[in-house]
Structure formats: C-alpha cells, structure tokens
C-alpha cells in the first residue's frame, strides 16, 4: 500500500475485504488528497482511524467498516464535509457521534 503515494491523481479506491491489507495505514497516503471515494471495508486494519484520513477532504465516501479500529471519533472527521456515506459499522469505536456530523450525512 506504501507504493500509492505516488498516485495523487486516483479519485477512487476500493479494496474492501482485502484480508492482506492490515495494520494502519502509513501517513504517506496523505497525498491522496483527491480521493472522493475510499472502500476499506472488510480489512484487518487495527488502531485509532488512520491521520492520513484528515487530507482527503474530498471523500463522498468512507467505508471503514469490518475492521479493528479502536478508540474515539477524531475531531477531524467532521472536516470531511463533503462525506455522503460513512461506514464505521464492526469497529471498536468509543464516543458518539456529534448531531452536527449526522446532518451532512
């Protein structure tokens, strides 16, 4: 998965139930900052939600279900304000989810 940062034009992604994807994501898929779709669904991706998630402001949707992460919501979900679709569904998540964030939604 390192070898995607060089493709900063990709605008989709899906590799849901990908059982050889696991652990976190490296922060060099920050410049994938023009997804505007991003299926991790079905993975063995573990830990909080993944930093390199708060560059790509233009995701529609996010799936991310399936999978082992834990802990809270971070603060910067909310500033993927062109979210249509959240998959957070089978993780070990804390906390609620902000009224705020489920208007957008």
């Given at each position: 998965?390192?070898?995607?940062?060089?493709?900063?034009?990709?605008?989709?992604?899906?590799?849901?139930?990908?059982?050889?994807?696991?652990?976190?994501l490296p922060d060099t898929w920050r410049v994938l900052?023009?997804?505007?779709?991003?299926?991790?669904?079905?993975?063995?991706?573990?830990?909080?939600?993944?930093?390199?998630?708060?560059?790509?402001?233009?995701?529609?949707?996010?799936?991310?279900?399936?999978?082992?992460?834990?802990?809270?919501?971070?603060?910067?979900?909310?500033?993927?304000?062109?979210?249509?679709?959240?998959?957070?569904?089978?993780?070990?998540?804390?906390?609620?989810?902000?009224f705020s964030w489920l208007v957008r939604l």
């Amino acid at each position: 998965p390192e070898g995607l940062s060089c493709c900063q034009r990709l605008r989709s992604l899906a590799v849901d139930e990908n059982r050889d994807l696991y652990g976190t994501l490296p922060d060099t898929w920050r410049v994938l900052s023009g997804l505007t779709e991003l299926n991790l669904n079905s993975c063995k991706l573990t830990g909080p939600l993944p930093p390199c998630l708060s560059s790509m402001t233009c995701l529609r949707f996010l799936g991310l279900a399936g999978n082992g992460f834990t802990r809270e919501l971070p603060p910067w979900l909310q500033n993927l304000t062109q979210l249509q679709h959240l998959h957070l569904h089978e993780n070990r998540l804390d906390g609620k989810v902000p009224f705020s964030w489920l208007v957008r939604l």
